[in-house]
């Protein structure tokens, strides 16, 4: 007996929020050791000297209190002034800050320029993040399906596995566009999934069970989910709030993993520890039928 993800209807919005619970800056490296004051210090000197790329790192760590007091708001200064100097990271990020409005006022006219910036500038994260922006603006027939294909293209190719997985949706015929053939969507699926990302593993995973494509020789769809679902709580463990709601979605809705409302709750109320404020009005709260 397959069974059907439940993922069409929510992928989009489950994928923007992890999306933006994750900053963007290359630094999330949870083993390294908390700045020292002379390597902020270091840090603030090169900034101060004209270097984007060192402004973005210390804007990161305001971000996250890595050896600093932290703080939202000087966190989205130094992105700012990262991107104006010349970091395409500090772009996203800046782009980021402006989108949710943390630490700084929000704009998402504002935003949708930065990222466009850094997207121009070779930054595919900038794409992806510009992309999922114009995927989001006005019901399906208001948008262009056309520039939200070319911008998800130009994330994956770029390397970012969401893009893939976006793309691959799109070539599913979401939002109005043209279907494609099911093996296509699948090798932009099993592309992420090799990459990393969890929701494309999922993905796949049906695609095999519906027997939409034959899957490969090996191939076993349940070891897929299983794989994705460990991988998903690891990340949750490490405090990713992104992934401990995706496990919550999960869970409430049932499909790759036997539906369990008491454990939804609980992934529900990791992600609303670590931040994500649309987690804490679900945590406790009664589960749909």
Known sequence: MTRDLGLDGCATVVLRLAALLTLAVPLADCSRSKATDAEVAQLQEECSAGSGARCTQL???YDRGDGVRKDRTRGATFYELGCDRGDTWGCVNFGLSLETGIGVRQDVDAAERVYRKACEAGNADGCFKLGAMRDEMGPPTARNPG???????????????????????????????SAHPPAEAALLFNAACKRGHSV??????????????????GANPGAIIDGAIRQL?????????????????????????????ARANIYYGKSCKQGNNAACAWAGGPKRE
Not at 235 to 259: F, I, K, M, N
Request: proline share 4%; glycine share 18%.
């Open 59 to 61: 804007g990161a760590m």
């Open 147 to 177: 520039e939200v294909l070319h911008y998800y293209e130009r994330a994956c190719t770029g390397g970012i596995a969401e893009g893939c997985t976006q793309l691959a949706e799109l070539y599913r015929g979401r939002g109005g566009h």
């Open 200 to 217: 494309a593993c999922l993905r796949l995973a049906e695609l095999y069970q519906l027997h939409e494509v034959e899957a490969p020789e």
């Open 233 to 261: 709580d690891g990340q949750c463990t490490v405090g990713e709030a992104g992934s401990c709601l995706l496990l919550g979605l999960l869970y409430d809705q049932g499909g790759p993993v036997p539906r369990d409302g």
